[in-house]
């Protein structure tokens, strides 16, 4: 198993990166992205310790780390420019928080994060058949979420997704003990979003894959 959107007390996690990584570890989860909330302000400051840590971690036996970053709440006119700067600040994933339909994220955020080719575009709500479009021309990941409020529209999501061959992700967005899941509750939130067992490992082959790229 392996999830690429969590949260560390370098943001609003309630756990230190090294207990956020020991508790995926023992769940069984091979590797770990480590995306803090960034914006204009501290992207700077959460990229290179993520960075250290994780290569000083990725010395050791056990679980692999990735350090990335989810770009939230940007002005989407600002997102190109952010997602080329976190990665020479060395983060190896970019997320960018998505239009949830329970954050007043600003509407483009999709489509900005897409056009800017982010890895990832966390919780994109009630994204348009025309941005799905684009997110597969782009090779943008569209995620599935385990996250309360954001998995509302796992279903619409996966939907369009599905019909249009862009590529989906399955993340837990964890901020606490709690939200990292077993694989038998995936199984049930992949079929809850009205997708079959093929997909969900689609799912995970596609988490596989980004992973590995990340990881070089
Ligand atoms: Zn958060
Ligand atoms: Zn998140």
């Given at each position: 198993m392996i999830d690429l959107h969590t949260h560390s007390l370098?943001?609003?996690?309630?756990?230190t990166p090294a207990e956020l990584a020991r508790r995926f570890d023992v769940a069984g989860y091979t590797a770990l992205a480590i995306t803090d909330h960034g914006d204009q302000s501290n992207i700077d400051l959460i990229i290179p310790r993520l960075v250290t840590f994780c290569e000083e971690v990725n010395r050791l036996e056990g679980i692999r780390l990735i350090p990335g970053i989810e770009l939230t709440h940007i002005p989407p006119e600002a997102i190109p420019a952010l997602v080329s700067r976190s990665r020479k600040l060395g983060a190896r994933l970019v997320v960018v928080h998505g239009e949830t339909i329970v954050e007043p994220v600003a509407p483009r955020t999709n489509r900005m994060a897409i056009e800017s080719s982010a890895d990832i575009l966390a919780?994109?709500?009630?994204?348009t058949e025309e941005e799905v479009l684009l997110a597969k021309e782009h090779s943008v990941y569209l995620e599935l979420t385990s996250r309360k409020g954001h998995s509302l529209t796992n279903g619409h999501v996966a939907k369009l997704a599905h019909r249009m061959g862009a590529p989906m992700i399955l993340n837990?967005?964890?901020?606490?003990?709690?939200?990292?899941?077993p694989p038998a509750r995936l199984h049930e939130i992949v079929a809850g979003a009205g997708l079959t067992e093929d997909d969900y490992h689609t799912l995970i082959r596609n988490a596989e894959s980004v992973a590995k790229r990340c990881l070089i």
């Open positions: 370098l943001s609003d996690g309630e756990l919780h994109p709500g009630l994204i837990s967005d964890a901020h606490a003990p709690g939200d990292i899941w």
